[in-house]
């Protein structure tokens, strides 16, 4: 326990040591003034001679409400084969431009024709002045998933292929307390149906594993009441500002609100974003880390701490998702952040990160894996700040591309 409380503080005091100076409303910064920026969606009205009003200043941009993006593409699914996804991105305000953050909600449908579809739904909320955040992810996938078991010395060559349906039902609220600081509760239910270990020496996943809870059954349910602490100074989430992010949830599954066993979880997820100059154009290094963590016995397998399951399914660039699942997992990414063009239209970044489990009988940390890549970085709207990210990212044994809308933390 000592040990918990004091990574704890180390994680969360350089959030507050780095925090910006605030103001009254809290994290909301006046809008990145965008003349003489590009972004795709100019370069389609020119091409196509699309008339619009010319904007010669930032008074002009409150006019437009919504900010869209859209990425049609076919992309590789876990467990196997590829699939049509659709990425859209609406970027909006709800209150004060000056005052208020810019809200976002992702729609991710996908895909393919041999069974596999999902639909998630996330959205970031910032009501007027940043007084209440509301946060949802609300999704349902029929799944494949390559496990590996348990603990950090898995080999590559030693899984199975599990099939599942998957609904998971997250909402939060949180009230600003103080300039940047929120405080609230929130709901959470993941509800695994049909799980079915596909391997013709292995019957279910409790035989493969060797873990007890949630794999011999073929449906998982976990529902209870989270508690939520954030410290946010960014204004921005699709393409953080310089600033910092600190994230607390604390989870209390329970029988009582239908759960098929009482379990407590721990998540914590701190960012800092330094930028190196005071110009428009991108030169940032960006941090990352977190920890997630099981606080006693009953955790079904599949709700365990895995790489690639974090809260936006964005950890694990050039690692396999699933690849590392146990009781208590470790994160830290670095990654550095540069446009290639001045108008901000064309960009690049290089990343880092390394991942360690607990292991299944010592439940200590023994292995680190590390991955690392680059990507390019494509200005789809510059109203929202909304890149295309196209990232390669390799490990040991894996290697793989991703293509998303935004940044990955």
Sequence with gaps: MKILVSWLLLVLLPGLLFAQSSNSFGSAQKEVDTVGQKDLIGLFKNVFKINTAPSTSMEDAPRKSIYFSILPISSAVPGGGRALITSTTAGFYVGDRETTNISNVTF?????????????????????????????????????????????????????????????????????????????????????????????????????????????NANSFSSGVTFNLLYDTRNNSLNPLPGCYSNLV??????????????????????????????????????????WTTLDKGVPY???????????????????????????????????????????LLGFVLFANSTSVSEPNTHQFKYIHPAGGGGLRIKFNKGSNTNIALDYGFSKGYSGFVLALGEAF
Aim: net charge positive; charged share 15%; glycine share 8%.
């Design 108 to 216: 991710t449908p996908y895909f393919n024709f041999t069974g596999r579809f999902g639909l998630p739904l996330r959205s970031n909320i910032w009501l007027n002045n940043n007084n209440w955040f509301i946060q949802g992810d609300t999704r349902f996938l029929i799944y494949p998933q390559d496990t590996w078991g348990l603990g950090g010395a898995t080999r590559q060559n030693n899984k199975i292929s599990v099939d599942y349906k998957y609904i998971r039902f997250y909402q939060s609220a949180l009230k600003r307390i103080t300039s940047y600081f929120f405080a609230g509760i929130g709901y959470a239910m993941d509800y695994h149906v049909d799980v079915d270990a596909q391997h013709e020496n292995v019957q279910n996943l409790q035989q493969f594993t060797g873990y007890q809870y949630g794999t011999s």
């Design 250 to 291: 604390y989870r209390y599954n329970t029988p009582m609100l239908g759960s098929n066993a009482a379990w407590q979880s721990l998540y914590v997820d701190v960012r800092k974003y330094i930028h190196f100059t005071q110009t428009r154009q991108q030169n940032m290094l960006a941090l990352w880390t977190y920890y």
């Design 302 to 344: 599949l709700d365990l701490p895995s790489i690639g399951w974090d809260f936006y399914n964005r950890s694990g660039r050039g690692i396999q998702q699933n690849r590392y699942r146990g009781q208590s997992l470790a994160y830290m990414e670095a990654e550095y952040r540069r446009d290639i063009l001045p108008s901000g």
